[in-house]
């Protein structure tokens, strides 16, 4: 156990820092036409060697979530992944000279004291594999993600950022859930599974919905709904369907910690997308006049700046 925590805590901060190249190659990408979800988007975005530093720590994060999923309950690596937001507001502050308020370092210490928390109630991995039908329910599921993706990317902007940030989660979330349907890793039996056709459609969906997101709307919307979206669906079917279970007697500490952890993570949520670049004129954005910041302090960029 104590491995797959140092594993899931691992590939938080793989995540974390890897949001702050990606989100900035992002935005660095000339967006196709229309506002609905591009999937040219993610061929431009290959071209930015940030993007491409991004994709390289988030392989080094998923191999470590595989080893966190295999021996951890699926509600604390969900959690240690939504301390992805804690890990790049912290990266964020030294790399691009953002200042993090002092409401925003102890949202950093709530996620924290929540993470510690469950890591003293966390109970082994679940012992129950799944049955063939929510193998195949993942899987059906995944392409709905997918499917519903396409549709959110045509809402309106303010629903457009939340709705495909929610989508994205729901595509992590399968990931964590499809990883432990996943028995064996030789090569017939990831092909007569359900759950690993489900864990490359929901991946694939969660990555083209976020970058959508990121380059396409608010990205505190985009990244709350991300947020929930990853932690509590996963969280539950874990406890429901997998048999996770908490130490005994200590269910009330790890349902205390896994809200922590996530509460804290949404008060993070506008370091979803890393700073952009102050304005030419060395004013603040707008975003960081409404947020009360001085003349001259760098900020990140609003979250409602299309």
């Known amino acids: 156990m104590l491995l797959g925590m140092i594993c899931a805590l691992a590939s938080a901060l793989c995540f974390g820092t890897a949001s702050v190249f990606?989100?900035?190659?992002?935005?660095?990408?000339?967006?196709?036409?229309?506002?609905?979800?591009d999937a040219r988007l993610l061929l431009?975005?290959?071209t930015q060697w940030r993007y491409l530093l991004g994709l390289t720590l988030d392989g080094l994060g998923f191999l470590l979530e595989l080893v966190?999923?295999?021996?951890?309950?699926?509600y604390t690596v969900g959690a240690a992944l939504a301390a992805t937001l804690a890990v790049t507001a912290v990266v964020a502050a030294p790399l691009l000279g953002t200042r993090l308020a002092r409401a925003e370092?102890?949202?950093?210490?709530?996620?924290?004291?929540?993470?510690?928390?469950?890591?003293?109630?966390?109970?082994?991995?679940?012992?129950?594999?799944?049955?063939?039908?929510?193998?195949?329910?993942?899987?059906?599921?995944?392409?709905?993600?997918?499917?519903?993706?396409?549709?959110?990317?045509?809402?309106?902007?303010?629903?457009?950022?939340?709705?495909?940030g929610l989508g994205a989660g729901f595509g992590f979330g399968v990931v964590e859930v499809a990883v432990r349907l996943i028995d064996g890793f030789a090569p017939l039996d990831l092909l007569t599974n359900p759950a690993s056709y489900a864990l490359v459609i929901g991946g694939g969906a969660a990555f083209?919905?976020?970058?959508?997101?990121?380059?396409?709307?608010?990205?505190?919307?985009?990244?709350?709904?991300?947020?929930?979206?990853?932690?509590?669906?996963?969280?539950?079917?874990?406890?429901?369907?997998?048999?996770?279970?908490?130490?005994?007697?200590?269910?009330?500490?790890?349902?205390?910690?896994?809200?922590?952890?996530?509460?804290?993570?949404?008060?993070?949520?506008?370091?979803?997308?890393?700073?952009?670049?102050?304005?030419?004129?060395g004013a603040p954005a707008s975003g960081d006049v409404a947020r009360g910041r001085g003349e001259g302090e760098p900020g990140p960029v609003a979250a409602e700046t299309p």
């Open 105 to 164: 370092w102890l949202a950093v210490a709530v996620v924290c004291g929540g993470l510690a928390m469950l890591a003293l109630s966390s109970g082994a991995e679940g012992h129950l594999r799944g049955t063939p039908g929510l193998r195949i329910g993942v899987l059906v599921f995944a392409v709905a993600v997918l499917a519903s993706g396409a549709l959110a990317g045509r809402l309106p902007e303010r629903a457009r950022a939340a709705a495909l």
């Open 68 to 74: 966190a999923l295999r021996s951890l309950p699926i």
């Open 208 to 281: 083209l919905l976020l970058t959508t997101a990121f380059q396409r709307g608010s990205v505190t919307a985009a990244t709350a709904g991300m947020v929930i979206g990853e932690t509590l669906g996963p969280a539950l079917v874990g406890v429901a369907w997998l048999g996770d279970r908490t130490r005994a007697g200590l269910a009330p500490l790890a349902v205390a910690g896994f809200a922590l952890a996530v509460v804290g993570a949404l008060a993070l949520a506008r370091f979803g997308e890393a700073p952009a670049a102050e304005t030419a004129a």
């Open 22 to 37: 990606q989100a900035v190659a992002a935005r660095d990408t000339t967006p196709g036409t229309g506002s609905g979800v």
């Open 44 to 46: 431009r975005v290959l």
